[in-house]
């Protein structure tokens, strides 16, 4: 039987690096672009809603945070403890219940095992403001309807629910009340209004974005070959976390229809053929995507492109070389670089690199938390060029 032992101690490693993104003034053609292109890929009417990032919290946000014993849920307990507005007010795990919760200074915190019953009673006393999901797969639904019932038996609007796994990540708006929550392709005043936010998965966060400008000009589906780090594959023992087996090794796995294949296709409206891969590093992933082109176009014309796309994005820098994925571990955002083009100039290689545990995971959670609890989205968000990481400690899950 595994054992797991209580994992976290905080660090947050401050690293001066130098600031390697060129930002440039978005001229009206460049915004009338991006505007368009994201119109089609929300499928919405232009937002006529003003949004705001800077509304100053009235008191501390609640958040009770479910499944904070594994990866996502530490670096979001990470995320909280310096945040300006928000608290964690439960941590919910089997395994450590009744254990006291490390690594956050703002309040002594002990660990419980919310059952569905307590989430109903909490949610109908008016307890938390938000709850986080950060469950496996399949697991959370019950939780969900337990937040829904408690406000309708306090006859309230349910508090936020932002859920970390892909349940909820292929439901239309117009179907449910999920909304799909990667605010730099996703309409940001939505987000804001929202109470049931789908929290995108971490290779389909870096893929979506390494594709979204390219998409007006794709000429046939393109391939992104992900290698992720092993932190991806969360606490549960596999051998996709199992460092012996990760030593000086490559593992590819899901070849075809893998998850975040469907949802990226289904987000983009594009088809994508997605080729995932682990690595022996803790956290990083890095996305090489071969896009084929509809016309011939330089190297530079697509970079410009990229940087004019982005150029209002705090969380995403673009740069002329490949992105290194050991640069981006315990940053907030996405690199995105190379534009390798062929000699025809019909197909461009573009690299991009995210940390699967914070912008592919607890820090786009923080920023859909920050709309929707109506705080500045990234208050308690380390920039890009500040060098701050934050490194979640790994757990030898395969120890006996
Ligand atoms: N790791 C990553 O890079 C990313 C993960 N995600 C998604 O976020 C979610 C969490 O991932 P991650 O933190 O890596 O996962 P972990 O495996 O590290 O942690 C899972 C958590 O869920 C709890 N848990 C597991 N099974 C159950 C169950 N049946 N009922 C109740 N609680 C359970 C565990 O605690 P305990 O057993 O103590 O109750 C633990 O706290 C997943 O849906 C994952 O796919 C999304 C993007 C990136
Ligand atoms: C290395 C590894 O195993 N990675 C995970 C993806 C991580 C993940 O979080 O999946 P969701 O975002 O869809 O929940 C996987 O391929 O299943």
Redesign the pocket.
């Known amino acids: 039987m595994m054992r797991?032992q209580p994992c976290f101690n905080s660090k947050l490693t401050l690293l001066l690096r130098p600031r390697t993104a060129t930002r440039t003034p978005t001229p009206p053609t460049a915004t009338m672009f991006r505007s368009s292109v994201l119109r089609s890929l929300r499928n919405v009417a232009p937002s006529t809603r003003a949004f705001s990032t800077s509304a100053v919290a009235e008191a501390e946000k609640k958040i009770a945070l479910?499944?904070?014993?594994?990866?996502?849920?530490?670096?979001l307990i990470s995320l909280v403890n310096a945040h300006p507005s928000l608290v964690i007010s439960h941590v919910?795990?089997?395994?450590?219940?009744g254990k006291p919760l490390d690594g956050y200074s703002k309040a002594q915190i002990t660990?419980s095992?919310l059952s569905p019953e307590d989430i109903k009673n909490m949610e109908a006393e008016g307890e938390v403001d938000a709850w986080v999901?950060?469950?496996?797969?399949g697991?959370?639904k019950p939780?969900v309807e337990s937040v829904l019932a408690g406000a309708k038996k306090a006859g309230k609007k349910n508090s936020v629910v932002v859920?970390?796994?892909?349940?909820y990540r292929f439901d239309e708006p117009r179907d449910t009340n999920w909304i799909y929550g990667l605010p730099e392709l996703n309409d940001r005043s939505k987000i804001s209004q929202a109470t049931l936010i789908s929290?995108?998965?971490?290779?389909a966060?870096g893929a979506q974005l390494a594709l979204a400008p390219l998409i007006p000009h794709l000429s046939s589906p393109p391939t992104v070959f992900g290698v992720?780090?092993y932190?991806?594959?969360?606490?549960?023992p596999s051998p996709k976390n199992d460092t012996t087996n990760l030593q000086d090794n490559l593992i590819p796995y899901s070849l075809t229809d893998h998850i975040h294949e469907r949802e990226i296709s289904h987000r983009l409206g594009s088809k994508v053929a997605f080729i995932p891969h682990v690595g022996q590093w803790f956290?990083g992933?890095s996305l090489t995507v071969s896009i084929p082109l509809a016309k011939t176009m330089t190297s530079r014309e697509i970079r410009n492109l990229y940087t004019e796309f982005y150029a209002s994005e705090k969380l995403v820098e673009i740069i002329g070389e490949e992105p290194s994925v050991k640069d981006i571990a315990g940053q907030h955002g996405v690199r995105i670089g190379g534009f390798g083009v062929n000699q025809a100039g019909d197909r461009v290689v573009v690299v991009a690199t995210i940390d699967?545990?914070l912008k592919?995971?607890a820090t786009q959670c923080l920023q859909n938390l920050n709309l929707a609890l109506g705080v500045g989205e990234f208050d308690g968000i380390p920039l890009m060029g500040s060098g701050e990481r934050l490194i979640v400690p790994a757990?030898n899950v395969h120890q006996k």
């Not at 999901?133 to 797969?137: D, G, I, V």
């Not at 929290?199 to 290779?203: A, K, L, R, S, T």
């Open positions: 797991i479910i499944g904070a014993r594994g990866y996502t849920g530490q670096a919910s795990s089997r395994e450590l219940a660990y095992n999901m950060a469950l496996p797969n697991v959370c939780m859920d970390l796994s892909a349940d929290n995108p998965g971490c290779y966060t992720s780090g932190s991806g594959a969360g606490t549960k956290q992933i699967n545990l592919g995971a757990v």
